[in-house]
Antibody, heavy 114, light 112 residues
Framework: QVKLQQSGAELVKPGASVKLSCKTS????????MSWFKQIPGQSIEWIGM????????GYNQKFKGKATLTVDTSSSTAYMDLSSLTTEDSAVYFC???????WGQGVMVTVSS | DIVMTQAPLSVSVTPGESASISCRSS???????????VYWYLQKPGKSPQLLIY???NLASGVPDRFSGSGSETDFTLKISRVEAEDVGIYYC?????????FGSGTKLEIK
Protein backbone atom coordinates (compact mmCIF):
# COMPACT_ATOMS: atom_id res chain seq x y z
CA GLN A 1 0.00 0.00 0.00
CA VAL A 2 1.02 3.64 -0.37
CA LYS A 3 3.01 5.05 2.51
CA LEU A 4 4.60 8.44 3.19
CA GLN A 5 6.90 8.19 6.18
CA GLN A 6 8.15 11.46 7.61
CA SER A 7 11.18 11.96 9.79
CA GLY A 8 10.89 12.51 13.52
CA ALA A 9 10.13 15.55 15.62
CA GLU A 10 12.71 18.33 15.67
CA LEU A 11 13.72 20.79 18.39
CA VAL A 12 15.90 23.49 16.89
CA LYS A 13 17.33 26.81 18.00
CA PRO A 14 16.34 30.14 16.46
CA GLY A 15 18.43 30.96 13.43
CA ALA A 16 19.18 27.33 12.68
CA SER A 17 18.03 25.23 9.73
CA VAL A 18 16.34 21.86 9.58
CA LYS A 19 15.84 19.31 6.82
CA LEU A 20 12.66 17.24 6.87
CA SER A 21 12.25 14.05 4.89
CA CYS A 22 9.29 12.19 3.45
CA LYS A 23 10.08 8.67 2.28
CA THR A 24 7.50 7.18 -0.04
CA SER A 25 6.61 3.67 -1.08
CA UNK A 26 3.83 1.90 -2.91
CA UNK A 27 3.52 4.21 -5.89
CA UNK A 28 5.57 5.65 -8.75
CA UNK A 29 7.34 8.52 -7.02
CA UNK A 30 9.42 9.54 -10.02
CA UNK A 31 6.42 10.81 -11.99
CA UNK A 32 4.50 12.32 -9.12
CA UNK A 33 4.06 15.67 -7.42
CA MET A 34 4.75 16.22 -3.73
CA SER A 35 3.37 19.10 -1.72
CA TRP A 36 4.39 20.33 1.70
CA PHE A 37 2.07 21.96 4.21
CA LYS A 38 2.38 23.83 7.48
CA GLN A 39 -0.16 23.62 10.26
CA ILE A 40 0.12 25.46 13.53
CA PRO A 41 -1.86 23.42 16.11
CA GLY A 42 -5.44 24.66 16.26
CA GLN A 43 -5.16 26.48 12.93
CA SER A 44 -5.85 25.72 9.29
CA ILE A 45 -3.53 24.31 6.67
CA GLU A 46 -1.03 26.40 4.71
CA TRP A 47 0.45 25.22 1.44
CA ILE A 48 4.20 25.77 1.29
CA GLY A 49 4.98 24.51 -2.20
CA MET A 50 5.14 21.58 -4.54
CA UNK A 51 7.83 19.70 -6.42
CA UNK A 52 7.61 17.43 -9.44
CA UNK A 53 9.83 14.42 -8.83
CA UNK A 54 10.32 13.85 -12.56
CA UNK A 55 12.52 16.89 -13.08
CA UNK A 56 12.73 18.61 -9.70
CA UNK A 57 10.64 21.52 -10.91
CA UNK A 58 9.15 23.51 -8.05
CA GLY A 59 6.41 25.98 -7.28
CA TYR A 60 6.39 27.90 -4.02
CA ASN A 61 3.88 29.92 -2.08
CA GLN A 62 5.42 33.39 -2.20
CA LYS A 63 5.09 33.53 1.58
CA PHE A 64 7.60 30.68 1.94
CA LYS A 65 10.14 31.68 -0.69
CA GLY A 66 13.50 31.96 0.98
CA LYS A 67 12.20 29.97 3.93
CA ALA A 68 11.58 26.57 2.35
CA THR A 69 13.55 24.66 -0.29
CA LEU A 70 12.08 21.50 -1.78
CA THR A 71 14.19 18.70 -3.26
CA VAL A 72 13.78 15.05 -4.14
CA ASP A 73 15.96 11.96 -4.37
CA THR A 74 14.29 9.67 -6.88
CA SER A 75 16.79 6.86 -6.13
CA SER A 76 15.27 6.53 -2.65
CA SER A 77 11.78 7.87 -3.50
CA THR A 78 12.23 10.54 -0.86
CA ALA A 79 11.21 14.17 -0.79
CA TYR A 80 12.93 16.76 1.36
CA MET A 81 12.16 20.19 2.66
CA ASP A 82 14.83 22.50 4.05
CA LEU A 83 13.64 25.22 6.38
CA SER A 84 16.14 27.98 7.02
CA SER A 85 16.65 30.86 9.45
CA LEU A 86 14.08 29.41 11.78
CA THR A 87 12.11 31.58 14.17
CA THR A 88 9.45 30.76 16.73
CA GLU A 89 6.85 31.47 14.02
CA ASP A 90 8.09 28.39 12.18
CA SER A 91 7.06 26.14 15.06
CA ALA A 92 4.35 23.95 13.57
CA VAL A 93 3.47 20.53 12.23
CA TYR A 94 4.68 19.97 8.70
CA PHE A 95 3.05 17.47 6.37
CA CYS A 96 4.04 16.06 3.02
CA UNK A 97 1.33 14.86 0.67
CA UNK A 98 0.98 13.88 -2.94
CA UNK A 99 -1.09 16.00 -5.29
CA UNK A 100 -4.00 16.44 -4.67
CA UNK A 101 -3.68 15.00 -1.20
CA UNK A 102 -4.75 11.39 -1.63
CA UNK A 103 -1.83 10.30 0.51
CA TRP A 104 -0.32 12.15 3.46
CA GLY A 105 2.63 11.69 5.74
CA GLN A 106 1.98 11.46 9.45
CA GLY A 107 3.29 14.96 10.04
CA VAL A 108 6.33 16.14 11.95
CA MET A 109 6.39 18.66 14.76
CA VAL A 110 9.10 21.27 14.47
CA THR A 111 9.69 23.32 17.62
CA VAL A 112 11.91 26.37 17.45
CA SER A 113 13.12 27.34 20.88
CA SER A 114 16.29 28.48 22.57
CA ASP B 1 -4.51 34.91 -3.14
CA ILE B 2 -7.86 33.13 -3.41
CA VAL B 3 -9.71 33.29 -0.10
CA MET B 4 -11.78 30.29 0.93
CA THR B 5 -14.54 31.09 3.42
CA GLN B 6 -16.23 28.25 5.26
CA ALA B 7 -19.43 28.16 7.29
CA PRO B 8 -20.39 27.28 9.89
CA LEU B 9 -17.41 27.30 12.22
CA SER B 10 -18.81 24.25 13.96
CA VAL B 11 -21.76 21.93 13.63
CA SER B 12 -23.24 19.45 16.08
CA VAL B 13 -25.13 16.55 14.54
CA THR B 14 -27.21 13.69 15.86
CA PRO B 15 -26.05 10.33 14.50
CA GLY B 16 -28.10 9.33 11.48
CA GLU B 17 -28.94 12.90 10.52
CA SER B 18 -27.38 14.94 7.74
CA ALA B 19 -24.93 17.81 7.84
CA SER B 20 -23.93 20.40 5.26
CA ILE B 21 -20.83 22.56 5.16
CA SER B 22 -20.51 25.57 2.90
CA CYS B 23 -17.44 27.02 1.28
CA ARG B 24 -17.14 30.13 -0.84
CA SER B 25 -14.16 31.17 -2.92
CA SER B 26 -13.17 34.75 -3.70
CA UNK B 27 -12.62 33.80 -7.34
CA UNK B 28 -14.10 31.30 -9.74
CA UNK B 29 -12.48 27.89 -9.39
CA UNK B 30 -13.75 26.75 -12.79
CA UNK B 31 -10.85 26.21 -15.14
CA UNK B 32 -11.18 26.57 -18.89
CA UNK B 33 -10.85 22.78 -19.11
CA UNK B 34 -14.24 22.47 -17.42
CA UNK B 35 -12.84 21.20 -14.10
CA UNK B 36 -13.65 22.99 -10.87
CA UNK B 37 -10.62 22.77 -8.61
CA VAL B 38 -12.20 22.60 -5.18
CA TYR B 39 -11.34 19.81 -2.77
CA TRP B 40 -12.63 18.68 0.60
CA TYR B 41 -10.54 17.15 3.37
CA LEU B 42 -11.28 15.76 6.81
CA GLN B 43 -8.75 15.95 9.59
CA LYS B 44 -9.65 13.62 12.40
CA PRO B 45 -8.31 14.48 15.86
CA GLY B 46 -4.55 14.01 16.01
CA LYS B 47 -4.35 12.73 12.43
CA SER B 48 -3.26 13.93 9.01
CA PRO B 49 -5.90 15.32 6.66
CA GLN B 50 -7.58 12.87 4.33
CA LEU B 51 -9.07 13.59 0.94
CA LEU B 52 -12.85 13.22 0.72
CA ILE B 53 -13.88 14.97 -2.49
CA TYR B 54 -11.80 16.08 -5.45
CA UNK B 55 -12.68 18.41 -8.32
CA UNK B 56 -15.85 19.54 -6.53
CA UNK B 57 -17.96 16.41 -6.80
CA ASN B 58 -15.81 13.31 -7.16
CA LEU B 59 -15.63 10.88 -4.26
CA ALA B 60 -12.09 9.91 -3.32
CA SER B 61 -11.17 6.25 -3.18
CA GLY B 62 -12.37 4.49 -0.04
CA VAL B 63 -14.63 7.32 1.08
CA PRO B 64 -18.19 6.28 1.98
CA ASP B 65 -20.86 7.43 -0.42
CA ARG B 66 -22.54 9.22 2.48
CA PHE B 67 -20.23 12.07 1.47
CA SER B 68 -21.01 14.20 -1.54
CA GLY B 69 -19.80 17.47 -3.00
CA SER B 70 -21.59 19.99 -5.18
CA GLY B 71 -21.48 23.61 -6.17
CA SER B 72 -21.00 26.27 -8.76
CA GLU B 73 -17.95 28.34 -9.71
CA THR B 74 -17.59 30.01 -6.34
CA ASP B 75 -20.03 28.36 -3.94
CA PHE B 76 -19.57 24.82 -2.77
CA THR B 77 -21.23 22.38 -0.41
CA LEU B 78 -20.11 19.22 1.31
CA LYS B 79 -23.00 17.08 2.43
CA ILE B 80 -22.73 14.23 4.86
CA SER B 81 -25.74 11.95 4.94
CA ARG B 82 -26.43 9.65 7.89
CA VAL B 83 -23.63 11.07 10.05
CA GLU B 84 -21.69 8.54 12.07
CA ALA B 85 -19.46 8.90 15.13
CA GLU B 86 -16.38 8.30 12.98
CA ASP B 87 -17.12 11.48 11.00
CA VAL B 88 -15.97 13.79 13.82
CA GLY B 89 -13.14 16.12 13.01
CA ILE B 90 -12.40 19.30 11.13
CA TYR B 91 -13.49 19.63 7.53
CA TYR B 92 -11.52 21.88 5.18
CA CYS B 93 -12.25 23.04 1.69
CA UNK B 94 -9.30 23.93 -0.46
CA UNK B 95 -8.60 25.32 -3.90
CA UNK B 96 -5.91 23.77 -6.05
CA UNK B 97 -6.52 25.98 -9.06
CA UNK B 98 -3.71 28.45 -8.67
CA UNK B 99 -0.62 29.22 -6.66
CA UNK B 100 -0.81 29.53 -3.74
CA UNK B 101 -3.20 26.69 -2.97
CA UNK B 102 -5.40 27.94 -0.13
CA PHE B 103 -7.75 26.44 2.41
CA GLY B 104 -10.71 27.47 4.45
CA SER B 105 -10.46 27.94 8.19
CA GLY B 106 -12.23 24.67 8.84
CA THR B 107 -15.58 23.44 10.16
CA LYS B 108 -15.59 21.31 13.27
CA LEU B 109 -18.12 18.50 13.26
CA GLU B 110 -19.21 17.13 16.62
CA ILE B 111 -21.68 14.42 17.52
CA LYS B 112 -24.60 15.26 19.81
Amino acid sequence: QVKLQQSGAELVKPGASVKLSCKTSGYTFSTSYMSWFKQIPGQSIEWIGMIYAGDGGTGYNQKFKGKATLTVDTSSSTAYMDLSSLTTEDSAVYFCADYPGRYWGQGVMVTVSS
Amino acid sequence: DIVMTQAPLSVSVTPGESASISCRSSKSLLHSNGITYVYWYLQKPGKSPQLLIYRMSNLASGVPDRFSGSGSETDFTLKISRVEAEDVGIYYCGQLLENPFTFGSGTKLEIK
